[in-house]
């Protein structure tokens, strides 16, 4: 029986290890890695999940049909234009899967976002990475990585998606 084996390069990936919550010395630090709300769910946001709490049982849209008509409406585009995902890591993910093909070019900063690199492995993508001098992007040197095989250029700015 032969075992199922990973795509070439995916064994190679190092885990995501995200920062600590604890901090010896400091009953709450104040954690600002994991782009967390250091002030906590608005009262609002609170309102409206415990409004939810009857329904918890049932799935909601998936295709998050009343979030994108609200966001279209509101910054006057159509809703077909308009992705929503669980985090900027899915949506990283699904442009992945959708654009990039083995042996294509992801082109992101030195100090950007972790996820544009394991995307471009994930999808067997080389990732480029360019220099961000005094941790600023340099565009001249992201604009001159760019190649035939250049799919996706990743730029955060501010540098936290």
Do not use: W
């Not at 199922?4 to 400091?26: C, F, M, N, R, T």
């Not at 959708?98 to 070019?105: A, S, T, V």
Request: charged share 15%; proline share 9%; net charge neutral.
């Amino acid at each position: 029986m032969t075992l199922p084996q990973p795509l070439p390069g995916l064994a190679d990936i190092i885990p995501y290890k995200g920062g600590e919550s604890v901090l010896p010395g400091h009953a709450a630090p104040v954690k600002l890695s994991s782009n967390e709300n250091a002030l906590g769910a608005s009262p609002a946001a609170k309102a409206a999940y415990l409004g939810a709490t009857h329904k918890l049982e049932i799935y909601p849209d998936g295709a998050q049909k009343a979030l994108k008509t609200a966001i279209a409406r509101h910054f006057g585009l159509e809703p077909t234009r308009i992705q929503c995902g669980a985090g900027s890591d899915e949506l990283f993910q699904l442009l992945g899967r959708g654009f990039l093909f083995p042996g294509d070019e992801v082109i992101h900063t030195a100090h950007g976002f972790l996820a544009y690199g394991l995307v471009a492995r994930q999808c067997l993508a080389t990732a480029i990475v360019t220099p961000e001098p005094n941790l600023k992007v340099d565009i001249d040197a992201l604009l001159g990585a760019v190649t035939a095989r250049t799919k996706i250029v990743f730029l955060a700015n501010p540098n936290n998606p």
